[in-house]
């Protein structure tokens, strides 16, 4: 007997650590990133929380900035619809924040807020890194250019100071896309436990998301050519689901025509057809928005209660640059694709990304605001980069020139994206002090 709770309490702490290892950088280059991100964003969150009141105004429910919803999503985890879970997520993190801020919606309310933000944004790219460097197995200086690469982002820099559902949704599904990966390199079966709990915080979060927890599941070894491995996978899904929906029902009383009421009605709010062409969207917005700022647009808006405020939007690229920028990253986002197409892994990033396509581009839904939904998908782009770069690590000459064109893309991302940033200060020191 001595010797099974021997054996049980050092199992239990072997698991623990690797959960810590898998979770938290646990490399001196994990470690040192890690550091550099948590300045670099923390510095910008701070001076953003401390001086400003955009990133949250109890006077203003929803879009502030980039149809950002910080305070709805903050004091009531969002619609029901949409964020099945997320109020109990952000009843914790709401409370957390009022005991520091002595009870106030002050500065350091808002600073609480945008710190963990940085904090959940800064291990996101811990999780990059460590996908590039341990499944993909590139150099560490190629998995720490990928890796800056994708922090100039867009969806990087705004979503490391703002309280929504996708910052934490980046980090959860970046996490569980290196935790299916290792599983399925080293012919593991994802338990149903593990599939439970993504299923649970990905899905509770944003509730489409729940559907790219189970595509690992698809790609695990010969299930399609053993029947007891497809019924065992058919199980696994079916307890993750059922403790999903569980959750969900009790949080409605079990009132489910109230999911297709409200499911129904937002849909039509968010995929009625704009002015902007459809090609545009998908390129400015949905593709290129979470990638590189375009121009911004100033508009009026006010709340139920008659106070009036000003928003900040995206415009379309009005240039030509940003559209070369954005086709040469698609470009190389394909090549990636195509030469890793008999890839496992790579189909795994890929069926999850075309979920995003078909809810955003073909059904339209949110299309007109997709720049805000980055962190559902934009995690990809760096990922099918190392790819890419991995299949040419034999064609040296080949291999240079494209990493030739990813620093140049790069130069121009920075610049861009840091003169924009400009433009977003000039406007919260012109409406939000």
């Known amino acids: 007997m001595y010797f099974r709770r021997n054996s049980a309490k050092v199992k239990f702490k072997s698991k623990f650590v690797a959960f810590l290892k898998l979770v938290f950088p646990s490399t001196t280059p994990e470690v040192l990133l890690f550091m550099v991100f948590l300045a670099a964003y923390g510095t910008l969150a701070s001076v953003i929380a401390i001086n400003y009141r955009i990133i949250f105004d109890n006077r203003i429910p929803w879009d502030a900035y980039f149809s950002f919803d910080n305070r709805a999503i903050v004091m009531t985890g969002g619609g029901f619809e949409r964020h099945p879970l997320a109020n109990y997520f952000f009843n914790l993190l709401r409370n957390a924040g009022m005991q520091i801020s002595g009870g106030k919606y002050n500065s350091d309310f808002r600073l609480f807020l945008a710190w963990c933000s940085t904090v959940t944004l800064s291990l996101s790219l811990v999780q990059i890194y460590k996908y590039l460097k341990n499944i993909i197995r590139l150099p560490v200086h190629i998995c720490v250019f990928l890796v800056v690469f994708f922090s100039f982002f867009s969806t990087s820099i705004l979503l ?26 080293n012919q593991e079966k994802i338990s149903a436990a593990a599939l439970a709990l993504a299923t649970v915080s990905v899905g509770g979060l944003t509730i489409t998301n729940a559907a790219k927890v189970f595509v690992p599941v698809l790609f695990e070894k010969d299930l399609f050519r053993n029947w007891r491995k497809l019924g065992n996978a058919f199980f696994r899904s079916l307890t993750a689901v059922g403790v999903f929906v ?73 240039s030509p640059l940003p559209y070369i920028f954005t086709g040469l990253m698609f470009l190389l986002f394909v090549m990636g694709y195509v030469r890793n197409f008999r890839n496992r892994l790579v189909q795994t990033v890929m069926l999850g990304f075309a979920l995003d396509i078909m809810i955003h581009v073909v059904l339209k839904f949110g299309l007109h605001t997709s720049y805000i939904y980055g962190g559902h998908f934009i995690f990809a782009v760096p990922i099918m980069l190392g790819w890419l770069l991995c ?35 000039s406007f919260l020191n012109a409406f939000y002090i």
């Open 391 to 425: 299949s040419l690590r034999h064609w040296r000459r080949v291999f240079t020139g494209v990493f030739a064109l990813m620093l140049l893309l790069f130069a121009y991302l920075c610049v861009n994206n840091v003169f924009r940033m400009q433009e977003f200060f």
């Open 160 to 185: 490391s100071f703002t309280p929504e559902t996708y910052t934490y949704t980046l980090f959860l599904l970046v996490l569980f896309n290196y935790y299916a990966a290792l599983k399925i390199r």
């Open 246 to 318: 569980l959750l969900y029902l009790n949080r409605l009383n079990f009132d489910i025509e109230r999911i297709f009421t409200k499911t129904a009605a937002q849909y039509d709010k968010f995929s009625d057809p704009k002015v902007t062409p459809l090609w545009d969207m998908v390129v400015s917005w949905f593709w290129g928005g979470n990638m590189l700022f375009p121009g911004f647009v100033i508009r009026d808006y006010h709340n139920a209660k008659g106070f009036e405020y000003k928003a900040l939007f995206m415009e379309v690229y009005n």
